[in-house]
């Protein structure tokens, strides 16, 4: 599982299968417990869903680019850059699910949420990036760098 495509279609079958469940099933859940004032209940699932969905292409296209590289030959002999590379990918990925969630509260700035909704916001958004990137990284990189992944 290690190998392509192997690794890469499993990858994105998590994605796609997280993204299922945060964005639809999550997604029908909180537009009946959010109390919208200003939005309509259909305009906030849908930018909900669309959010997830950005969150999801980016962590899997972070994924992908580990996977690319620690697949390379010349990756073996450059482990340190690599696994600094890993680091900033992690931090990106980071970075990323922290800039949707300052979109989505863009987006909804005339809502008020609860602790818990802002929470709930951003648990599904850390689910589609740095929590997939590392837990396919974890599971599925490559033999070359298996062993690079934080927590290994």
Excluded: C, H
């Excluded at 900033?88 to 800039?99: F, K």
């Amino acid at each position: 599982m290690r190998s392509a495509p192997l690794n890469y279609l499993v990858t994105f079958v998590i994605a796609g299968l997280l993204w299922a469940l945060l964005a639809l099933v999550l997604g029908n859940s909180l537009s009946t417990s959010v109390a919208l004032t200003v939005a309509t209940v259909e305009d906030f699932v849908r930018l909900y869903r669309i959010v997830l969905s950005v969150a999801a292409i980016g962590g899997f296209a972070l994924t992908a680019y580990w996977y690319f590289v620690g697949s390379r030959p010349n990756t073996v002999g450059n482990l340190q850059s690599v696994k600094r590379l890993w680091r900033v990918l992690l931090l990106t990925a980071l970075a990323l699910s922290v800039a949707l969630l300052v979109v989505l509260l863009v987006l909804f700035s005339d809502e008020t949420f609860t602790g818990l909704q802002y929470a709930t916001f951003y648990g599904a958004l850390s689910a589609l990036t740095w929590l997939l990137f590392w837990g396919s990284t974890f599971f599925l990189s490559p033999r070359t760098v298996q062993y690079l992944p934080i927590g290994k």
